[in-house]
């Protein structure tokens, strides 16, 4: 058996840890099986609908949790965008910073 490295950022750290434990797992096992179900060549359909299916089968697919902030209101968004393509741009600091 090999043993590889693999970095991913702390959310999904985080997430695959939880999902291990609910799954009564331990976070190598899960991500094994994951891993697994990802590269079998046994189903069909594109490559996200694949390995949804993959993972669901092998009763690995994670539900998303709801969002837990209503979405802003139309007025609100409008504001926010009108708000947003004022000041300086991102670029005139990087300029700036290397002259």
Aim: no cysteine; proline share 5%.
């Amino acid at each position: 058996m090999r043993q590889m490295t693999l970095r991913v950022d702390d959310r999904l750290a985080d997430s695959l840890k939880l999902a291990a434990a609910l799954h009564g797992q331990s976070v190598n096992a899960y991500a094994q099986s994951v891993l697994n179900a990802a590269v079998d060549p046994a189903f069909a359909g594109d490559e996200a609908t694949q390995l949804r299916e993959r993972l669901g089968r092998a009763g690995l697919l994670a539900a998303s949790p709801p969002a837990s902030h209503p979405a802003p209101d139309n007025g609100a968004l409008a504001r926010a965008r009108r708000r947003a393509g004022r000041g300086r741009s991102l670029a005139s600091f990087v300029v700036e910073d290397r002259a």
